[in-house]
């Protein structure tokens, strides 16, 4: 559910926070969908990130207005499986915040700029916002569908990734990754 919150001569666009489901949720409670991240990213001076892992990006692509690739988590190194999750461990990126802070100042903003974050649906981007809380920041925004969206929670496509989302918006996005914008620590 989108409310749209008039700000002086301009409307921005918030996702409700009361519809954000637990996981998504941030200390914050500043959420976007995909299509408004686009609109705030394109109107807007706003440091842009995708915090999804470098392999996601890799093979997945990501959206060409993003400023950088941050990963929030990176794939454990030995690849160990997490039994709970039934999935590879993954591990937080220590340097995260501060390649945030050196990204801020190379477009010439500050932690009371706007940051905009994204990952594949909503729940990393979401603690990554709450870790930029924890150290000042006040202004950063969670992309709640993500870049590849929601389940299906039923019909032909149950299961998949094809309710909501950057690329199931038909948002701009590439295979051509651009180095300077990858996180290479």
């Known amino acids: 559910m989108l409310t749209a919150v008039s700000v002086g001569a301009t409307s921005a666009y918030a996702f409700d926070a009361d519809k954000v489901p637990d996981k998504k949720r941030s200390s914050l ?58 999935v590879f461990k993954m591990d937080p990126n220590s340097g995260f915040v501060t390649e945030v802070e050196a990204r801020l100042a190379e477009k010439g903003l500050t932690r009371d700029s706007k940051v905009v974050l994204i990952c594949r649906s909503g729940d990393r981007s979401a603690k990554a916002v709450d870790l930029l809380a924890k150290v000042g920041y006040k202004r950063v925004y969670s992309v709640v569908d993500g870049y590849e969206g929601d389940q299906a929670k039923d019909g032909p496509n149950k299961g998949q990734r094809v309710v909501n989302g950057w690329r199931n918006s038909n948002l701009p996005w590439s295979y051509d990754l651009a180095k300077q914008k990858m996180y290479t620590e």
């Open 29 to 86: 409670a500043l959420y976007l969908s995909a299509p408004e991240a686009y609109e705030l990213a394109t109107k807007e001076k706003v440091l842009f990130i995708d915090v999804r892992t470098r392999a996601e990006v890799n093979f997945l692509g990501m959206p060409t207005v993003a400023d950088a690739n941050i990963p929030y988590m990176e794939l454990d190194p030995m690849y160990a499986w997490d039994e709970k999750k039934g």
